[in-house]
């Protein structure tokens, strides 16, 4: 039993790739260092205490933005992060890595510009060697979000959908397969956008008769 799982485990090959890095290390070879009028300046400092700045500076044609981000590690897998922005807006995140082997929690708020709370979002991150799960809601915009993807040898076949709990529809769904062989890969992605509208109150009734009828 544990010569066949090993051989088994040998045959996976490569670990899983998360759905949304799905076709980013072709993307990044394109564009990640090809900034094109863009300048950014960036500097990480760490105090005595744990406490590490970063601000950051870019400029654009005639305009300049910025931002300074302080981060602080907790024992026990804990992190904060708080990020304010020359447009006013603060953003926050804690992240909680200890809670199980492979999972990640991550909590994100953002100020916006006519409201207190622009964004409250909660995600779970979870990772293992054949596949990754990942699941988020934002509590202020009623999105929620679920993605998996699975690796077997040099095959990754991953997919995701979107949906609006206050319109009660999904949004958008996606699938993306990546071949990665010795000197090269392939990736491909299907992205669907749907009209985003309200269902009818007789919708669900419409859908169900259909169902049943097909039954027949």
């Known amino acids: 039993s544990h010569r066949s799982q090993t051989s088994q485990t040998a045959s996976m090959g490569k670990t899983a790739t998360a759905f949304k890095d799905?076709?980013?290390?072709?993307?990044?070879?394109?564009?990640?260092?090809?900034?094109?009028?863009?300048?950014?300046?960036?500097?990480?400092?760490?105090?005595?205490?744990?406490?590490?700045?970063?601000?950051?500076?870019?400029?654009?044609?005639?305009?300049?933005?910025?931002s300074l981000a302080t981060k602080y590690v907790f024992p026990g897998g804990v992190s904060a992060e708080a990020?304010?922005?020359?447009?006013?807006?603060?953003?926050?995140?804690?992240?909680?890595?200890?809670?199980?082997?492979?999972l990640t929690v991550t909590l994100d708020c953002e100020t916006g510009k006519t409201s207190l709370l622009a964004s409250g979002k909660a995600t779970l991150d979870y990772k293992q060697e054949a596949?990754?799960?990942?699941?988020?809601?934002?509590?202020?915009?009623?999105?929620?979000?679920?993605?998996?993807?699975?690796?077997?040898g040099p095959l990754t076949l991953?997919?995701?959908?979107?949906?609006?709990?206050?319109?009660?529809?999904?949004?958008k769904y996606a699938a993306a397969m990546q071949f990665d062989a010795s000197d090269?890969?392939?990736?491909?992605?299907?992205?669907?956008?749907?009209a985003s509208?309200?269902?009818?109150?007789?919708e669900p009734l419409s859908r169900l008769m259909r169902f049943l009828r097909s039954l027949l």
Do not use: H, Q, W
């Open 197 to 202: 509208r309200a269902p009818s109150p007789a």
């Open 22 to 66: 799905i076709g980013k290390l072709c993307s990044d070879l394109l564009s990640k260092d090809y900034k094109v009028g863009k300048n950014t300046v960036e500097v990480k400092s760490k105090t005595a205490n744990g406490v590490t700045f970063t601000p950051l500076a870019t400029k654009s044609g005639d305009s300049i933005s910025g």
């Open 131 to 152: 596949f990754t799960g990942k699941c988020s809601y934002d509590y202020c915009k009623g999105d929620a979000a679920a993605a998996v993807s699975g690796a077997y």
């Open 83 to 102: 990020t304010v922005a020359t447009s006013g807006i603060v953003s926050s995140t804690i992240e909680a890595t200890g809670l199980a082997k492979g």
């Open 158 to 171: 991953g997919g995701s959908a979107d949906y609006s709990v206050s319109k009660a529809t999904m949004t």
């Open 184 to 194: 090269f890969a392939i990736t491909t992605k299907l992205y669907v956008l749907l």
